[in-house]
C-alpha cells in the first residue's frame, strides 16, 4: 500500500512559476508516477508522467514549461512548473500505477493508476 502526500500548491500570477511536490509512504521502486489535474466539472486530465528509468511523457499542452522529475531513494516526485497561464489553474494530484517494472509505456491515462493523493490547488491569475 502507498499514500502519496502533495504540497506546493498556491497561486501565481501569469508567467510565473510554482514546484510540486509529493511524498509517498511506501516505496514507489518501479512504479511509474504520474500528475494528474481537474478542473470542477472535468474530467482528470494526465499532465505529466515518469517511469523508474527517467523517462517521461507529457501532454502537449506543457510541454517546454512542466519538468516531472523524481528521487527513487526518497519516494518523491516533483513537478516545476514554469510559464504559468491562467488555464494552469486546477487541483493537482500525485499518482502512482500499481505494476513494478511493468513493461507499459509512460502512462497519462488515469485508468492505469492506483495510487492517488488528495491533491493540492494551484490558482493562476492573469
Known amino acids: 500500500q502507498v499514500q502519496l502526500v502533495e504540497s506546493g500548491g498556491g497561486s501565481a500570477q501569469s508567467g510565473g512559476s510554482l514546484r510540486l511536490s509529493c511524498v509517498a509512504s511506501g516505496t514507489t521502486s518501479g512504479y511509474v508516477m504520474g500528475w494528474f489535474r481537474q478542473t470542477p466539472g472535468n474530467e482528470r486530465e494526465g499532465v505529466a508522467a515518469i517511469d523508474w528509468r527517467g523517462t517521461t511523457r507529457y501532454t502537449d499542452t506543457v510541454k517546454g514549461r512542466f519538468t516531472i522529475s523524481r528521487n527513487n531513494a526518497k519516494d518523491t516526485l516533483s513537478l516545476q512548473m514554469n510559464s504559468l497561464k491562467p488555464e494552469d489553474t486546477a487541483n493537482y494530484y500525485c499518482?502512482?500505477?500499481?505494476?513494478?517494472?511493468?513493461?507499459?509505456?509512460?502512462?497519462?491515462?488515469?485508468?492505469?493508476?492506483?495510487?492517488w493523493g488528495q491533491g493540492t490547488q494551484v490558482t493562476v491569475s492573469s
Open positions: 499518482a502512482a500505477t500499481g505494476l513494478r517494472f511493468s513493461v507499459m509505456d509512460v502512462t497519462l491515462r488515469e485508468d492505469d493508476y492506483m495510487y
